[in-house]
């Protein structure tokens, strides 16, 4: 798998690694919004709330591409259309998701994460990654 730059490394601490790969503010957001909104073409992704630049889109989704958490393939009923799909590497970010998806709705009193989708990871996170696995592949 492609990695950062031996020069850009910092140092060899897996935190360090992750940063590397999905420190910056848009690249979990697209992961995020494959995961749990559903979203596949690149026009889904420029409808985001948070507003993505199209140019940091196509960077992001370059660099997701290259480091082997997303494919890509051509929509077979529009040929000028990409359908984006995380790979297990990518699947396997979930957790991590899941974990801040909890911490961010116990530090933000305006969270829009749905109260019963917070309990389900709390009760059962596994069964929730499971479902949502199975629901991409």
Known sequence: MPHPAKDCRRSDCPVSFTLDLLGDKWTLLVVRDILFKDKKFYGDFLSSEEGIATNILADRLEKLD???ILTWEKDP???????????????DLLPMLLEMILWGAKHDPQTAAPRKFIQAV???????IREIREKLR
Not at 122 to 128: A, C, D, L, P, S
């Open 77 to 91: 009923n529009h040929g000028s259309k990409y359908i984006y799909h995380l790979t297990e590497k990518g699947l």
């Open 66 to 68: 290259q480091t082997g």
């Open 122 to 128: 709390k009760k059962n996170r596994e069964g929730v």
